[in-house]
């Protein structure tokens, strides 16, 4: 069998591995990332990761577009109701429920962090994750104008800086942020980056 | 000679070593972080380190503080003339030389990054940031009201989270915020934070 054909063949093996590197990843690190661990995280046999990927980088960018895959995936899900007033209350209730999203894929979020710090040594990883985080903060601007929420673009770059190291203080020192005040952390984070009603 | 004695005898064998450190980590990760690496890094003969650190907490911990310290160190050179006014424009121009201080320090904050992930694996490292980042920012409230500067603790609390994001991206993704622009980024967080004048 081609390898090309091995790869189209088992996409749900595919998403095992890049799922498991999020994991190496956030456990020991990118330099604890391997194409070994992968395999014995994925509970297969080794040499299989080495079929899937081409070299450490398409690993690397690919465990961050999962990432930004999953947590899209669950902010897609959402729906306002027609009624709702677009107001700071609806925003505040927007971003408790993304940064709960994100804090809750702990492992997803320290993957990306492993991998922000990797693109400062590997420049595939840079460009792959320029594009990701432009795309998205520009999706992001896009979604608040077509839900006419307040605030401009200004306010979702601001929000997406404050709310980001918002989650790396509750993931890496909980006991600076501790999870049942989150929430009020995010709704002051919002009020305050809103111009005043 | 004693173990002790050797420690207080060379203090400044013992700062370039854990500057090495704070290299070690920007460069390869907490996971190179070794002895052998920092003797390598700090020229110096094989097992010199060992003689410094009683072991690899030891030395992540001290290298947190000593980025600390530089960063600070620039911090209390800071005077501020009496008669300017405690305006937005004054935040605006501390913050700006405060994100600059950072950014300059390339490796120290990379190094703190590193140690922010290493906090997740282990407790004493976890242990010593959270100290050191609530003394911080307990200490940037005195300041801030010391001085008369506009806005609260909330605001305080709010920049170092939207400040530290932005030299997140400035470092790992230049592509993101060009350094031409970093300074306009950094005025534009804190006249959003700001309450209306």
Redesign the interface.
């Known amino acids: 069998m081609e390898w090309s054909q091995v790869v189209r063949s088992n996409p749900a093996r595919r998403t095992a591995l890049v799922d498991a590197a999020i994991e190496v990843l956030?456990?020991?690190?990118?330099?604890?990332l391997t194409f070994r661990a992968v395999d014995e995280g994925a509970g297969v046999p080794a040499g299989t990761a080495s079929n899937y990927f081409r070299n450490r980088d398409e690993l690397l960018t690919q465990a961050g577009e999962r990432v930004y895959a999953r947590l899209l995936e669950g902010a897609s899900q959402l729906t306002l109701p027609d009624d709702a007033p677009r107001d700071r209350d609806l925003l505040v209730q927007l971003m408790v429920g993304t940064v709960r999203r994100i804090v809750d894929y702990r492992t997803g979020f320290?993957a990306l962090?492993?991998l922000?710090?990797?693109?400062?040594?590997r420049e595939g990883v840079?460009?792959v994750?320029?594009d990701r985080?432009?795309a998205d903060l520009a999706s992001n601007v896009v979604t608040h104008e077509q839900w006419s929420m307040p605030g401009d673009a200004?306010?979702v770059r601001?929000l997406?800086?404050?709310?980001?190291?918002?989650v790396?203080?509750a993931?890496?020192?909980p006991?600076?942020v501790d999870d049942a005040d989150l929430d009020a952390y995010v709704a002051?984070?919002v009020e305050?980056?809103l111009?005043?009603p």
């Open positions: 956030a456990a020991q690190g990118a330099r604890g320290l962090l492993e922000r710090l990797e693109a400062t040594r840079r460009d994750l320029t985080v432009r200004v306010t601001l997406y800086q404050a709310l980001n190291w918002l790396v203080d993931l890496t020192l006991g600076l002051e984070t305050r980056l111009p005043a």
